[in-house]
């Protein structure tokens, strides 16, 4: 039973545009999230992370939206560039519990293959 | 070191035999997860380290499968008969504290894997 989801497995979007990337939880328990990028042969790569007391956090192109009572969050990056082809990973954890039985492990989705075109 | 770093980065191994998977997590950081990335999936949690005390090994799916960090910084993942359902991208990642703000960022950071096959 999958508890974070990525029901796009690829996107394609033009150079310049926006592009957006969906997750989907199901454990209420969750309260921090995290966005991953993944080139090919290389680990994941730390993108941007929003706590659940937030509905938006931004870093340059990147901005992560959280909608606790849908569970469900978005990354968007704006403008896309080519650079920005890669795998995304939605992963999330349970912090609130750490030291009473969490250890603040991340449980992942399966990925969205993203390629941004010139 | 100035990331986690991780060797061998490829590992071929003949069902059986028993491999051993380094680890060098970011200087420092207290907090050491190792995860089992299977081809089109996701990283999965194996097991959770807090210096030098395993603190989490739910994750590991047999007992074939031994981890461990016994100065608090280097750490080693050894699968023991292994067999061909073992192959994966093997990842370790470190985190600053314990995962509460007051002790540090909450992020893992990831090393590049070890991709184990077994033959």
């Known amino acids: 039973d999958q508890q974070v989801k990525q029901n796009s497995p690829s996107l394609s979007v033009q150079e310049g545009r926006i592009s957006i990337l969906n997750c989907d939880y199901t454990?209420?328990?969750?309260?921090?999230f995290l966005w991953y990028k993944k080139y090919p042969a290389e680990g994941p790569t730390f993108l941007i992370s929003?706590?659940?007391?937030?509905d938006k956090n931004e870093d340059g192109r990147f901005t992560v939206f959280l909608n606790k009572s849908a569970k469900h969050l978005s990354l968007h990056i704006v403008p896309s560039q080519p650079g920005d082809s890669a795998v995304y990973f939605c992963a999330a954890s349970v912090l609130f519990m750490v030291g009473r039985g969490s250890q603040g492990n991340l449980i992942f989705g399966k990925g969205t293959k993203l390629s941004v075109k010139p | 070191g100035a990331g986690v770093s991780q060797s061998p980065r490829y590992k071929v191994a003949k069902r059986g035999q028993d491999v051993a998977l380094r680890c060098d997590p970011i200087?420092?950081?207290?907090?050491l997860f190792w995860y089992q990335q299977a081809l089109g999936q996701g990283p999965e949690f194996l097991t959770y380290?807090?210096?030098?005390?395993?603190?989490?090994k739910s994750g590991l799916p047999s007992d074939r499968f031994f981890a461990e960090r016994p100065e608090g910084s280097v750490s080693t993942l050894k699968i023991q008969r292994t067999q061909q359902e073992d192959s994966a991208v093997y990842l370790c990642?470190?985190?600053?504290?314990?995962?509460?703000?007051?002790?540090?960022?909450?992020?893992?950071?990831f090393g590049p894997g070890t991709r184990l096959t077994v033959t």
């Open positions: 454990n209420s328990m969750f309260d921090y």
């Open positions: 990642a470190s985190r600053q504290g314990i995962g509460t703000r007051r002790t540090g960022t909450l992020e893992q950071y």
């Open positions: 380290f807090q210096n030098e005390a395993q603190l989490d």
């Open positions: 929003i706590s659940s007391i937030k």
């Open positions: 200087s420092g950081h207290v907090s």
